[in-house]
Nanobody
Framework: QVQLVESGGGLVQAGGSLRLSCVAS?????????IGWFRQAPGKGREFVGR????????YYADSVKGRFTISRDDAKNMVYLQMNSLKPEDTGVYYC????????????????WGQGTQVTVSS
């Protein structure tokens, strides 16, 4: 099992930046295929934000955040990060990191392990 804990959320003004962190315990992240970031806006379903493979660090982003968000990972610290720049009010929501144990889960967005989420609020 993998336990994930997100942190770094908060309230920022439109155009500002935040960096979210996700630390894993129970099992090292490099034993899994990759990490994804998701978010859920108030009254909406969970939305894919981006993902990164663990071994090679190849990132992929949703169109809504492409060019503004950056995912990175630190194997030694067993952590992943989501750097969010040029934030918009539409980015408001609870952000989750998730771990995919295998390749099929990673690409099909069926991740096995999820964090509790961290709130991001962007004011206009």
């Amino acid at each position: 099992q993998v336990q994930l804990v997100e942190s770094g959320g908060g309230l920022v003004q439109a155009g500002g930046s935040l960096r979210l962190s996700c630390v894993a315990s129970g099992r090292t992240l490099n034993s899994n295929y990759g990490i994804g970031w998701f978010r859920q806006a108030p009254g909406k379903g969970r939305e894919f934000v981006g993902r990164i493979t663990w071994t090679y660090g190849a990132p992929y982003y949703a169109d809504s955040v492409k060019g503004r968000f950056t995912i990175s990972r630190d194997d030694a610290k067993n952590m992943v990060y989501l750097q969010m720049n040029s934030l918009k009010p539409e980015d408001t929501g609870v952000y989750y990191c998730a771990c995919a144990a295998d390749r099929d889960s990673y690409f099909n967005l069926k991740y096995q392990y999820w964090g509790q989420g961290t709130q991001v609020t962007v004011s206009s």
